[in-house]
């Protein structure tokens, strides 16, 4: 049984054994921690780094962060992190074969070239320290080996998935709350394209509840219509404050009738905008309205798990609004396509064995 040392930074919703006792409460997505929720049912340990005081993504956390690692005497295979930033020092002396434990991280965007031939040159160091760079979609590791900077070998893609034990326990919580009248919901808040969401819900008799984190966006959309009602989740950065709002608002979308997802691609983030919307969606069995984006995977389009419009097209999500909000029967069967896509095809327990094979074999 291999042992997996897994990495990540403390954020406003607590650090990873809060995060994980959450989970066990079924009030944090397991999803979310990338497979660490699902690693002992795979037959893998694993044991968190003891740091002494950092844990964090700043610069001047990587030699403090590298330093505990190296210190820890206890055993283990791999180190495992969803986002490098905090051991970028670790994986350049792995780089340079003076760490002799393999590194595995999620790199969100796909890889690209640097500018200047110092700041290409580290970066080609930097990268040769990491054992498997997984990604979210295929279109990213594509271009990631087209660079020529990694191979197919060291790279993976990985369908992630939804956390069906916590969205579970949502659906029967909110059994037979659900709202009587069609209401949409629109969450999440990377990228979002608030502008074109307003301007296709101004004017309808279908309801819109948006939620939002941002004060200056809230002080300017929150009479903006009748039909949209306007929420802010105070961002306090505790604890209490981000679960609170997290799993309340999935319980809202629980009780409601359609996601919406609509976000502005940027031409230098190369992101999956609304993955994690989309994914929560799917395990709530809602079907969504969503932008497209070149780097959300392809099979949610493909598994008809919504109606998917272009960037910018306040008409056609205005059209897509309508025709889904006026027929209940589209809505059920996305719905159900969205459900039986997350039970069937991509998931938590899914994701979680796949992930401890490439554990296995790495």
């Not at 979609?137 to 790279?155: H, I, P, R, Y």
């Not at 009479?223 to 950065?237: K, Q, R, Y």
């Not at 319980?251 to 905008?273: G, H, M, T, Y």
Request: glycine share 6%; net charge positive.
């Amino acid at each position: 049984m291999k042992t997996i040392m897994y990495f990540i930074a403390a954020g406003p919703d607590g650090n990873i054994e809060q995060k994980m006792h959450n989970w066990t409460n079924k009030r944090y997505r397991g999803d979310l921690l990338y497979g660490l929720t699902h690693f002992e049912i795979n037959n893998l340990g694993f044991i968190f780094p003891q740091f002494k005081k950092y844990r964090s993504i700043e610069t001047s956390s990587w030699i403090p962060n590298m330093l505990d690692i190296l210190r820890d005497k206890r055993k283990y295979d791999i180190v495992y992190t969803p986002y490098y930033e905090g051991i970028q020092a670790l994986i350049y002396l792995r780089a340079l074969r003076l760490y002799r434990k393999r590194i595995v991280v999620w790199n969100h965007p796909p890889i690209e070239k640097s500018g200047g031939f110092l700041r290409a040159s580290l970066y080609k160091l930097f990268l040769k320290g990491i054992d498997k760079i997984i990604f979210t979609n295929k279109k990213a590791q594509t271009e990631s080996v087209q660079t020529g900077l990694v191979s197919e070998d060291n790279t993976a893609v990985f369908d992630w998935g939804a956390d069906l034990d916590f969205f579970n326990n949502i659906l029967n919580e909110i059994s037979g709350k659900e709202y009587k009248d069609v209401r949409f919901i629109s969450t999440g808040v990377d990228h979002r394209d608030f502008e074109t969401l307003v301007n296709a819900f101004k004017g309808l008799s279908l309801k819109l509840d948006l939620y939002l984190v941002d004060k200056e966006i809230y002080e300017k959309y929150k009479d903006v219509a009748e039909n949209i009602l306007v929420h802010f989740i105070e961002p306090n950065g505790s604890l209490e404050s981000s679960l609170l709002s997290s799993y309340t608002v999935a319980k809202e979308l629980a009780k409601s009738s359609v996601s919406v997802i609509c976000s502005k691609p940027v031409p230098d983030r190369k992101l999956s905008f609304g993955l994690t919307s989309i994914i929560e969606a799917t395990g709530l069995g809602k079907p969504v309205v969503i932008t497209r984006n070149n780097y959300l995977p392809q099979h949610f389009e493909d598994n008809k798990v919504g109606l998917f419009v272009n960037p910018d097209d306040v008409v056609g999500l205005r059209n897509n609004i309508i025709k889904i909000g006026t027929d209940s029967e589209l809505r059920r069967r996305l719905g159900e396509n969205a459900r039986q896509f997350a039970l069937k095809k991509c998931n938590l327990e899914l994701f979680s064995k796949d992930l401890a094979l490439m554990f296995e074999n790495i």
